[in-house]
């Protein structure tokens, strides 16, 4: 209840997670953080969307967030969906499916999907530099660090991907 009385009162999280929006990935849990320690932005395939970036300059601009973490996961559903063929989906979901970014999968078809979801991470480093001015001046100024990772869901584990 104290902790409650706290959060309350505000928030200042040092981390913001892009992460997917599937069921089984869960940051605070895989970060072994509390209630009020991340702050979690999600969307099919972890894509920086227009409104996940106002999101994250929020945390950044207002909240002093230090740390952003572009979080994909094995098996992910969306990147899959984004190495195949998308005509079939409803125009929503081929709309934020169309957002999953493969550039080096796309010049290289033999790669896996394991390498699609750790390229589609990486990529989502490229998006909130080149899409946010906030974000692009608060990490050149040394303010924030920004990576990327992968989480196997088998087993829990987080990978950075260097």
Not at 121 to 133: D, P, R, W, Y
Request: net charge negative; with cysteine.
């Amino acid at each position: 209840p104290e902790d409650r009385a706290a959060l309350a009162a505000g928030q200042s999280p040092d981390v913001v997670v892009i992460r997917c929006a599937d069921s089984r990935v869960a940051p605070e849990i895989v970060f072994d953080q509390e209630l009020g320690d991340l702050f979690v932005c999600g969307v099919a395939g972890n894509v920086p969307t227009p409104e996940i970036i106002g999101s994250i300059e929020y945390a950044v601009a207002v909240l002093g967030s230090k740390v952003i973490v572009v979080m994909g996961h094995s098996a992910c559903g969306a990147v899959d969906a984004a190495m195949g063929d998308t005509s079939e989906l409803p125009q929503p979901l081929r709309l934020l499916i169309g957002q999953v970014q493969l550039p080096s999968v796309k010049q290289h078809p033999n790669y896996t999907l394991s390498d699609a979801i750790a390229c589609n991470a990486q990529h989502g480093i490229h998006v909130l530099m080149t899409g946010s001015e906030v974000i692009a001046d608060a990490v050149e100024a040394g303010d924030l660090e920004i990576v990327s990772g992968v989480q196997d869901l088998a087993t829990g584990q987080f990978t950075i991907i260097k």
